[in-house]
T-cell receptor, first 115, second 114 residues
Framework: AQTVTQSQPEMSVQEAETVTLSCTYD???????LFWYKQPPSRQMILVIR??????QNATENRFSVNFQKAAKSFSLKISDSQLGDAAMYFC????????????FGTGTRLTIIP | EAQVTQNPRYLITVTGKKLTVTCSQN?????MSWYRQDPGLGLRQIYY???????DKGDVPEGYKVSRKEKRNFPLILESPSPNQTSLYFC?????????????FGEGSRLTVL
């Protein structure tokens, strides 16, 4: 069974600085997707960034980028120029391409932005 | 607007009183799923459906039922709710084995069982 581990329950960063959130996963599959979701106080699940396992190039979306290390099964999220609106719970998630296709989530990292 | 709609958004009920949380999507997605979110545990899958009339258990199905009679709807049924089902519930949908792999989420339903 796939597992996703987020070892940082809480992180904080000064506004305009850069922060990296860690995520590791375990799978025996070769083809899969990895995601970072943001959950602000509104509780809505918002997709931040997506990575397809067969792509070696790291995904980027504006101030958000990932460091995808397939062999190490690591998928960290870097937020540059942190803004107050980035404060939220961040979830790393894995989705396989066979069987259930369920999204397996980590336990989340609560990010606080310090003004 | 493409969306997944859940109702109710908030509900307080008592132990044993049957309730249904509705979920509807307007994106013609084959795959639909229910998750519950609890502090320190992330989101865990309750049930999923690959298509109409095809449903199966996820990781935490005990105490829940689902049905998929129409492609757009996937209601979650709690026949006899108990306090340990107090949680935040999300419905989600996506194309089946196609597209970007992204799961589209509803806005969540906060359920409290007294």
């Amino acid at each position: 069974a796939q597992t996703v581990t987020q070892s940082q329950p809480e992180m904080s960063v000064q506004e305009a600085e850069t922060v990296t959130l860690s995520c590791t996963y375990d799978t025996s599959e070769s083809d899969y997707y990895l995601f970072w979701y943001k959950q602000p106080p509104s509780r809505q699940m918002i997709l931040v960034i997506r990575q397809e396992a067969y792509k070696q190039q790291n995904a980027t979306e504006n101030r958000f980028s990932v460091n995808f290390q397939k062999a190490a099964k690591s998928f960290s999220l870097k937020i540059s120029d942190s803004q107050l609106g980035d404060a939220a719970m961040y979830f790393c998630a894995y989705r396989g391409t066979f069987g259930n296709e369920k999204l397996t989530f980590g336990t989340g990292t609560r990010l606080t932005i310090i003004p | 607007e493409a969306q997944v709609t859940q109702n109710p958004r908030y509900l307080i009920t008592v132990t044993g009183k049957k309730l249904t949380v509705t979920c509807s999507q307007n994106m013609n997605h084959e795959y639909m799923s229910w998750y519950r979110q609890d502090p320190g545990l992330g989101l865990r899958q309750i049930y999923y459906s690959m298509n109409v009339e095809v449903t199966d258990k996820g990781d935490v199905p005990e105490g829940y039922k689902v049905s998929r009679k129409e492609k757009r709807n996937f209601p979650l049924i709690l026949e006899s709710p108990s306090p340990n089902q107090t949680s935040l519930y999300f419905c989600a949908s996506s194309p089946h084995r196609a597209g970007t792999g992204e799961l589209f989420f509803g806005e969540g339903s906060r359920l409290t069982v007294l």
